[in-house]
């Protein structure tokens, strides 16, 4: 008994094919189709706000929040699944990165890790720290880049899980130039933007 469950916990602990979050990720999405709901993270920080008395002052936070009261327990969801699968299960090697990625980050400035005591390599420790914060190119990544993703997230009506995942299932056009535009936005972030910040 002992050897299966060895066993079964070192096949969930290892990497996993592309395929298998794809496919479970579809099925998700079909379900929620089926039951006339649709995904989207950020609609969870509306619920949020609502359900702390926002809806009083701002119109745009008054409304029945208990709609979206599934999504919270996702989102609960998820930062338990998170919070297990990077304590129970987590990998001992950093996140691997293609080698022409950390190439071009190398020549950027950016250290991507070899070892657990260089850093997990989920964020670049040498530009996300709080001593960062004191720096203008700290500020620009930390919090102007925060303010954005924020304020875009909302201002598009939606994150990209919500239009590219849900919003392109339901076929929606709003959801599709919001796709097109994260991508154009990623290009020129990464290689006009970027370089541009990091030489400040």
């Known amino acids: 008994m002992l050897l299966i469950t060895k066993s079964v916990f070192e096949m969930v602990a290892g990497s ?3 395929s298998v979050s794809g496919i ?19 609609s969870s920080y509306k619920a949020l706000c609502s359900m702390g008395g926002a809806g009083n002052s701002i119109a745009y936070f008054n409304y029945d929040w ?10 609960v969801g998820t930062i338990i699944g998170g919070g297990i699968a990077g304590t129970l299960l ?26 657990m005591q260089e850093g997990a390599g989920f964020l670049p420790e040498e530009l996300f720290n709080l001593s960062a914060l004191a720096t203008l190119k700290g500020f ?22 919500g239009h590219a995942i849900t ?9 599709l130039v919001a796709v097109i535009g994260f991508f154009i936005g990623g290009l020129l972030m990464t290689h006009l933007l970027l370089p541009l910040v990091l030489s400040l």
């Open 167 to 175: 919003g392109l299932s339901n076929l929606q056009l709003p959801s």
């Open 90 to 115: 987590s990998n001992p090697e950093p996140v691997r990165v293609a080698t022409a990625t950390a190439a071009d980050l190398q020549a950027l400035g950016i250290v991507v890790p070899q070892t």
């Open 140 to 161: 620009i990544m930390i919090v102007l880049g925060g303010f954005l993703v924020g304020f875009g997230t909302r201002y598009a009506a939606g994150c990209t899980s």
């Open 66 to 75: 208990k709609s979206h009261s599934w999504l919270l327990m996702f989102v």
């Open 16 to 18: 996993w094919h592309w």
């Open 24 to 42: 479970a990720l579809s099925v998700i999405v079909f379900l929620l189709i089926f039951a006339g709901k649709k995904f989207g993270i950020s």
